[in-house]
């Protein structure tokens, strides 16, 4: 079964790290990527990541703050979350998708249960 399983929200100050984990039982060929949902909002792109690691893409909210990686050899992708801010808050969801950059929702073919990230102000 293809699935997509996220770990590592929490609570954090404002200016804090975290790091986001996924573990994917999909080929290493899919993209990764994650999302993320505040209360009330619709899920926004946050960074994805192509099959090798060689190219990212963010959403300009996160650029320079967030860094997106994997390893293929363990089946896991990262979101490495500097300087968080309270609009940082939300689920997380992990995304994979076999095909196309997974920049918008309706490219993604699997999801992960979200994991919450809280940031304390």
């Known amino acids: 079964q293809v699935q997509v399983v996220e770990s590592g929200g929490g609570l954090v100050q404002a200016g804090g790290s975290l790091r986001l984990s996924c573990t994917a039982s999909v080929s290493s060929s899919y993209f990764m990527g994650w999302f993320r949902q505040a209360p009330g909002k619709e899920r926004e792109f946050v960074a994805a990541i192509n099959w090798s690691g060689s190219s990212a893409r963010y959403a300009d909210s996160v650029k320079e703050r967030f860094t997106i990686s994997r390893e293929n050899a363990k089946n896991m992708a990262y979101l490495q979350m500097n300087s968080l801010k309270s609009e940082d808050m939300g689920v997380y969801y992990c995304?994979?998708?076999?095909?196309?950059?997974?920049?918008?929702?309706?490219?993604?073919?699997?999801w992960g249960q979200g994991t919450t990230v809280t940031v304390s102000s």
């Open positions: 995304a994979a998708s076999r095909s196309r950059w997974p920049v918008a929702a309706a490219s993604v073919g699997v």
